[in-house]
């Protein structure tokens, strides 16, 4: 797969994050790992990122993420497209980037480097240096310290023919509209803020349609009916859906800074899927948080 037929794969359908698994004592747990894609490979995801937010990319250690992203690219081959997150440093992104193409990731999902403020230049050279070490398709995540203008975008766009899609984690609609305006077609715009159904519909009116969906991890089901729903204009649907579950899990995500990736491997946990703990310096929902999570996923039904 070349990076434009990537970014053709990424224009349309529902993606996401599978969780990481890891055991009861922290550690990588590639069986398990395993049985989650293949649970979640079938309902129709149009493409899965490795190792990405919601994959606690964060936590890994360097010598983990080989056998994740293997674990990935060999049990959904022929099946969804993998996607790598990569991150961090520009050199050890790199190192990254490499690795996940070497294993036979379709694409890159690059995360925003760590810690340290930069201009908007040194940013834009930290894009541009991780795309150009790898030839397999790159989409960059507006997020946090990674703040690119629509001027820089375009001009990484102009250099780097392997950069074929935008995430927005940032939720600045002028920003948002500006990007869409100026480069069109060239890239491929992914709506990426968390629980991003929230936002779904008003991201689909400004030229956004896709979005990846952190609840895909514990309720495939009904996060393709929420998806199926915006692409046809159900505001029925969407508008009880939203009311019966999203809202409520929000006042629970919303309680504590990190359970946007906890309140995940809680409801993985729920739904039969356990992925294990959240590694430090996450916490886990509380029990009575655990509670009403567990009854909201009940209300959804089978999955």
Not at 197 to 218: D, I, M, Q, R, T
Not at 264 to 289: S, W
Request: proline share 6%; charged share 25%.
């Amino acid at each position: 797969m070349n990076p434009q037929e990537l970014k053709s794969v990424l224009s349309s359908g529902l993606l996401s994050f599978p969780l990481t698994d890891f055991d009861a004592q922290g550690d990588f747990d590639r069986a398990s790992y395993a049985r989650r894609l293949e649970w979640l490979a079938p309902y129709g995801a149009t493409a899965l990122f490795a190792a990405g937010g919601t994959g606690e990319f964060f936590s890994l250690a360097p010598r983990e993420y080989p056998d994740i992203i293997k674990t990935a690219v060999d049990t959904c081959a022929g099946q969804v497209p993998i996607l790598a997150g990569v991150g961090g440093p520009t050199r050890l992104a790199i190192e990254y980037a490499q690795e996940a193409e070497r294993l036979g990731a379709k694409g890159l999902l690059l995360l925003p480097h760590y810690l340290t403020e930069a201009s908007q230049e040194g940013v834009a050279a930290h894009v541009e240096q991780v795309c150009k070490s790898v030839k397999i398709g790159v989409v960059v995540y507006n997020r946090n310290v990674c703040r690119l203008t629509p001027d820089l975008l375009e001009r990484l766009a102009e250099r780097c023919p392997n950069l074929i899609g935008y995430k927005d984690g940032l939720g600045d609609i002028e920003l948002m509209v500006s990007i869409r305006r100026r480069l069109g077609d060239r890239l491929s715009y992914l709506g990426g803020l968390p629980t991003a159904e929230v936002y779904a519909a008003a991201y689909k009116a400004l030229g956004v349609p896709v979005y990846s969906s952190a609840v895909f991890n514990f309720i495939p089901k009904t996060a393709m009916d929420f998806y199926h729903a915006i692409a046809r204009d159900d505001h029925e649907t969407v508008g009880q859906l939203i009311d019966d579950f999203f809202l409520p899990y929000l006042d629970i995500r919303n309680r504590c800074k990190g359970y946007a990736v906890s309140i995940v491997k809680a409801g993985a946990k729920i739904a039969g899927h356990d992925a294990g703990p959240v590694r430090a310096p996450l916490t886990d929902l509380k029990p009575d948080e655990y509670e009403r999570l567990a009854a909201l996923i009940e209300k959804q039904g089978a999955q």
